[in-house]
Nanobody, 120 residues
Framework: VQLQASGGGLVQAGGSLRLSCAAS????????MGWFRQPPGKEREFVAR??????STSDSVKGRFTISRDDAKNTIYLQMNSLKPEDTAVYYC????????????????WGQGTLVTVSS
């Protein structure tokens, strides 16, 4: 599986962005798909995931970010609203062949990352 993330950019605090992650492969619907982010100088952290059983977001973005998927287009999305400067990070999409998980070590495939910068 190859993943291609896009949609990052510079936005003012309070604004919105939508990230996309396009995946190759014919079994896309079987994968758990996730979004992670790595803020400058910090460790990578879980943001959201989605599987056939539904989606989940981290507490830090709950109510502001929404993850969705379009299996017909082999694409997942991360709608980010009410952005804050602390959301500034490189955002990565990832795919897991296993059970839904928030741990990056459980994900098998990774995209190249897209930078989101939120100015105050």
């Amino acid at each position: 599986v190859q993943l291609q993330a896009s949609g990052g950019g510079l936005v003012q605090a309070g604004g919105s962005l939508r990230l996309s992650c396009a995946a190759s492969g014919r079994t896309f619907s079987n994968y758990v798909m996730g979004w992670f982010r790595q803020p400058p100088g910090k460790e990578r952290e879980f943001v959201a995931r989605i599987s056939r059983s539904g989606g989940s977001t981290s507490d830090s973005v709950k109510g502001r970010f929404t993850i969705s998927r379009d299996d017909a287009k082999n694409t997942i999305y991360l709608q980010m609203n009410s952005l804050k400067p602390e959301d500034t990070a490189v955002y990565y999409c990832a795919a897991s062949r296993g059970f839904p998980t928030d741990y990056d070590i459980d994900y098998d495939y990774w995209g190249q990352g897209t930078l989101v910068t939120v100015s105050s």
